[in-house]
């Protein structure tokens, strides 16, 4: 009997910081090597820690301004690890973009198929909350878009049956009530 195979453990030590460090290390030795040619090693190191700090905040500046841009601007052309965050904040971003977009049309396509029914609809959030409803169910319960919208549906159907079955929260089982007013309607 083989052993079940384990997830790899992700490593802090990543191919990026790797390269982050190579960088900084070529950076300290070719200053180094400079300093000890001149005879002002720490003078050398210090501007050349100095230089790689403005270009670390300047890759800040530039991912910051990006973040706040992203959907008129570019992603910045970047290397090292300053170019791992941007590919992966856009890849972030696109797929949000993505099911955002695929989240708007299957609401357009249940809305399209629900205004073509003969009965009522309404859409309720977790809370309970009037997310959309049909002309059906405008007419029926008397909803309008502008004053409904986000109202929580027991504020409209206060039939002690109907807050029951809602409480439970079990899809399989429906409630009939009567809804009294303009024509005395039985809901389900």
């Excluded at 992700?10 to 390269?19: G, K, R, T």
């Excluded at 005879?39 to 991912?63: F, K, P, S």
Aim: with cysteine.
């Amino acid at each position: 009997m083989s052993e079940p195979i384990k997830p790899a453990k992700a490593s802090i030590f990543s191919p990026v910081l790797w390269q982050a460090c190579w960088r900084l290390g070529t950076v300290l030795l070719l200053a180094l090597a400079v300093g000890a040619a001149v005879g002002r090693v720490a003078l050398v190191m210090a501007l050349a820690l100095g230089a790689y700090l403005a270009v670390q905040i300047w890759n800040l500046l530039r991912v910051d301004r990006w973040l706040r841009n992203r959907r008129t601007e570019a992603p910045p052309d970047m290397s090292g690890p300053w170019g791992e965050l941007v590919a992966l904040v856009s890849r972030i971003y696109r797929r949000k973009v993505y099911h955002r977009s695929r989240g708007r049309t299957l609401l357009r396509e249940f809305q399209q198929l629900t205004t073509a029914m003969p009965e009522g609809a309404v859409l309720l959030g977790p809370g309970n909350e009037i997310l959309w409803f049909n002309s059906r169910a405008k007419e029926w319960l008397g909803l309008r878009r502008k004053r409904d919208f986000g109202m929580r549906i027991e504020n409209l159907v206060r039939h002690p049956d109907f807050i029951e079955y809602l409480r439970r929260g079990e899809a399989g089982e429906g409630v009939v009530v009567y809804a009294s007013g303009d024509g005395g309607r039985w809901l389900s």
